[in-house]
């Protein structure tokens, strides 16, 4: 496959606009930001600053009539995705990937139930500690971007072309030999530390100091390691210890998005976290009693206008 030189994202997010601003300094002419109507006009009205410094980013409109990218991102909540596969149907010409690097288990499959399973790359971010507030980004850790097919036993072409384009931004990745089970290994750590945290309203440092924060988490974590053995997914052990290490070397006061979400008054991603393990749940006959209740908690917080003041 040839090297990948135009990158598209459809989400200005905390992560959208940290890999935005990554290949921004390889080349601005590399990457635009899709957006339509008002979110368009408040792109071009104010841009985005991240760690300090304004980005002014080429903007595509997807009505419009623009050359498809060789690479399009999606990194937008996962309930907008349903929008995002629509928005970006005039960008996919014939040699267009689709990264996804949205949180959860199933965004890959329905983007491929459009585009095709051929088009799209799985991907996780992970141990990146990206805030996002109004037009600000700001970070401290970087983390890891793992992508790839379900099997890299080796890499296809167009992986490796991916990864080339990542090595010029200065990304830092990496092409596991089992997607899936990284896959879940994220989604396993944003059901536990994602939701308790956004239960809670507690950055990393609590769940770092405080014993009973962290046995919380992980109470959500092993929910989805009974349902991987289930699914087939070689969830380990160690791979929460693995997360601990991880966890560790985050900035204390970093916030994890849906902890952003609920702090900002916005629509959360927990259909996506205890609502899938919850369906998870019913399928395997498994009980899944800790993220039922968190399902409901954060329900109370999007659905009731008495908030918990920041800080409790």
């Given amino acids: ?14 992560l959208g606009s940290f890999y935005a ?17 008002d979110r368009y006009r408040a792109l071009e009205r104010e841009g985005l600053v991240i760690n300090g410094k304004p980005y002014s ?6 009505n419009g009539n623009p050359s498809p990218p060789d690479l399009i991102i999606i990194a937008v909540k996962h309930h907008h995705l349903p929008q995002a596969i629509m928005d970006i149907k005039n960008l996919v010409g014939d040699e267009t990937q689709i990264l996804s690097v949205m949180n959860g288990i199933d965004s890959e ?3 491929a139930a459009t585009y095709g399973m051929d088009r799209v790359i799985y991907g996780v971010a992970l141990g990146i500690d990206a805030v996002r507030q109004g037009n600000r980004i700001t970070y401290s850790k970087e983390g890891t971007l793992f992508f790839g097919e379900a099997k890299n036993t080796p890499p296809a072409d ?5 990864k080339g384009l990542f090595d010029r931004a200065g990304i830092v990745c990496e092409i596991p030999e089992d997607m899936i089970r990284v896959l879940w290994w994220k989604f396993m750590i944003n059901v536990g530390v994602n939701q308790m945290s956004a239960v809670l309203r507690a950055p990393y440092g609590v769940f770092q100091r405080v014993k009973e924060a962290a046995e919380l988490m992980e109470a ?6 009974a349902l991987s053995e289930a699914a087939g997914v070689d969830l380990r052990k160690e791979d929460i210890e693995d997360w601990y290490e991880i966890m560790s070397g985050l900035s204390p006061t970093g916030k ?10 916005r629509k959360t991603e927990v259909e996506m976290f205890a609502g899938r393990v919850i369906k998870l749940g019913q399928k395997y006959d498994i009980p899944t009693h800790v993220n039922d209740l968190i399902f409901k908690i954060i329900k109370v917080f999007e659905n009731s206008a008495a908030q918990i003041p920041k800080g409790s």
């Avoid at 496959?1 to 905390?14: C, D, H, L, P, Q």
């Avoid at 980013?57 to 997807?62: A, E, S, V």
């Avoid at 994890?256 to 008054?265: I, N």
């Fill in 256 to 265: 994890t998005s849906m902890l952003q979400d609920v702090e900002a008054g």
């Fill in 220 to 225: 959500a974590m092993q929910e989805v390691m």
């Fill in 21 to 37: 601003s990554k290949l921004y300094e390889m080349h601005p002419e590399a990457v635009s930001l899709i957006a339509k109507g």
């Fill in 109 to 111: 499959e329905q983007i």
């Fill in 158 to 162: 167009r992986i490796m072309a991916v």
């Fill in 57 to 62: 980013f080429r903007l595509m409109d997807p």
């Fill in 1 to 14: 496959m040839r090297e990948v030189e135009n990158i598209a994202i459809i989400g200005a997010g905390a």
